[in-house]
């Protein structure tokens, strides 16, 4: 039970932690929810939309938040640190952009201005992660908890049925539940960025588009060497096989051309005759 093999996901979680406690300590909460009437409207502020998920603003959010990535570092080990690097980074994009959008040009006049907050917090990058987990890894056991004290007369006895993804989806939902309806819908609006990713409604080039290496640190080349590099391997391959090819075929002549003395004597005989 560890980070192995999921190097964003331990950056994400040491990430959230730390700047939730440096928040903390340096006093800066009100710069990282939004209130829509007074940092939109008013003050202009929409550089919010672009930092209110960078971290929590209460502990209790921050631990159930770091024990779900925790729980989904699977998604990365099955695709890999660059292409979940890339998903995480473009969900963040569609959540920063769209959330505040519908809640301040939709919910808010709707409500008639009483839905007006957005707690701060990468809750809808975590739902757009657990819907890739919710549809990528399968249950590993299931199990039932009876809701009848009546012994059971056949295999359908009256029960609720989990499984060990359960509690992990308990986490999640406290999470959506913390400072709702904000939390909530930022919960939604991750969860469908999410099945767009999975389901290709996003444009094919965005979702086939990947960071770069480095970003992951992984070490890469440039094509122009890796051609090189390759164009060198090759002909070396062919001065080898030349130069084998070469030697093998003296020897054959080489060897042509020398008779041993029973050769020789048979040729005579064979002249003679």
Known sequence: MS?????????LVYGLVGLSI?????????YFYILVDLHLWQFHQTWRALIYQLCYTNSSEVLFAAMTLYNMRAVERMWGSRKFATFVFVSSVFTSILTPTILALFLRPLTLGLFNYLPAGPTPII???LAQYHSMIPPIYRYKIATSTSAPTDDQAPGITFSDKSYRYLLAFQLALFQWPGSLLGAL????????WRMEVLPRSLIRWRLPGWVV????????????GLRRRLEGESASTAATTGVESQADAEGGRRRTMGQ??????????
Request: aromatic share 12%; glycine share 8%; no cysteine.
């Open 127 to 129: 739902f757009a992660v």
């Open 217 to 228: 640190g992984m070490r890469t080349q440039r094509r122009s060497q890796e051609f090189e």
């Open 189 to 196: 609006m991750g969860w469908m960025v999410g099945l767009s």
């Open 22 to 30: 440096a928040v903390s300590l340096l006093d800066i909460k009100h």
């Open 3 to 11: 980070f192995t093999n999921a190097p964003v996901t331990r950056s």
């Open 264 to 273: 020789q004597v048979m040729d005579q005989f064979h002249g003679a005759f």
